[in-house]
C-alpha cells in the first residue's frame, strides 16, 4: 500500500473527529477546519518522507492539540474559551479522543438525513425550538414536525447502533 494510500485512509477516518476535538477549544468552526488542515499538512510532510508515525491516531491529535496551543496564542486573551496555560496542561486523553470520534460519528449521521429531517431535526434538538415554533418557521403542521423528528431519531439509531453511539446523548444540546 502506497504512502498516499494510507495517509488518505487517515485523513477520511480522523479529519471530521479531529475538528470535532479542536472545536472544544477555539469554539470557531473556521478555526478548527483551518487547525485540521494545518494538521493533516504538517502530517504529509512526515508521511511524504517514508516517516510513518508508530502510533498515527495519537500523532495526529497530538499535531492538532500543538496547533491549536499555537493558534490560541495568537488570541487576544478575552476572546479565548480557555486559557494557554489550561490548555498545554491538558492531555490528550482517550476519553477525549473517544468524545471527538463518537462526535463526528453523530456529525456524519446528522449529515446524511434528507434535508427537511435534518433541518427539524436541528431545530428542535440544537436550537431547541418547540414543535410549535418549528411548524410555524417553516411554514408545516406540528404532526408533520413531530413525524420529521422521529423519522430522524429512527434514522440515526439505525446508522448509529453498530459504532455504539446512543441518539439520545447529543453533545450540541
Known sequence: MSQE??????FNRYYTALGMYVMRFCENADEAEDIVQETFSRA???FAEDELPEKPKSYLYRIAHNITIDHLRKRKPQE???SIEELSEIEISEEAIDT???DARLWIAISKLP?????VFLLSKRDGLTHAEIA?????SIKTVENQIT???????DILEPSNVKVFFLPFL
Open 5 to 10: 494510500t494510507i495517509f488518505r485512509a487517515y
Open 44 to 46: 504529509w510532510q512526515r
Open 80 to 82: 479565548a474559551s480557555v
Open 100 to 102: 471527538s470520534e463518537r
Open 115 to 119: 434535508n427537511r429531517c435534518r433541518e
Open 136 to 140: 410555524e418557521e417553516l411554514g408545516i
Open 151 to 157: 423519522k430522524a431519531l429512527k434514522t440515526l439509531r
